[in-house]
């Protein structure tokens, strides 16, 4: 496993695993927190309903997310928050109960290499066209409905 050492330290101020509405965090990241990571974030805050809370972050955040990626997420009637990604930090690695990568072509720039992942490999939708990021939207959508599922059997069995 890759690691990196550009991480913020912050100290944790909440039981690990949960938010501050005591959900239990998962965490999608990839290097500019512009696209993958804030599709995968909407579409968990919309299918987990109160049980889970989404948070996405990366180590090199865009100024905003990707144009393609806001139209493409507009189609399915949902909204992207249009201000800068969100610089990842420890206290974000510590508190989730999940870390999900998105694919990070940058090894040495991922934040996913700090913890153990789970890795979704997903193309990045930056320049791609509508049909290309609508189709990766698809495959995230798909993918955190499973996570959810997954989640959601992991808990009933504890």
């Not at 969100?86 to 072509?105: F, H, N």
């Not at 189709?135 to 409905?145: C, F, H, L, P, S």
Request: with cysteine; aromatic share 2%.
């Amino acid at each position: 496993m890759h690691r990196v050492g550009k991480i913020h330290t912050q100290k944790v101020s909440m039981p690990s695993g949960h938010s501050d509405d005591d959900r239990r965090i998962v965490l999608f990241v990839c290097v500019h927190n512009a696209g993958r990571s804030r599709m995968a974030q909407v579409f968990l805050e919309r299918l987990a309903g109160d049980r889970y809370a989404a948070r996405s972050a990366g180590t090199e955040p865009a100024a905003r997310p990707h144009p393609e990626v806001i139209a493409a997420m507009q189609e399915e009637g949902l909204q992207l928050d249009s201000g800068p990604g969100t610089l990842i930090t420890q206290e974000m690695l510590d508190s989730a109960i999940a870390v999900i990568s998105m694919g990070c072509d940058i090894a040495d720039a991922c934040p996913a290499n700090l913890v153990e992942t789970e890795d979704w490999d997903l193309e990045d939708p930056k320049g791609k066209s509508s049909d290309e990021v609508a189709r990766i939207r698809d495959q995230i959508e798909m993918k955190v409905r499973n996570l959810v599922a997954r989640l959601d059997r992991e808990t009933a069995a504890s």
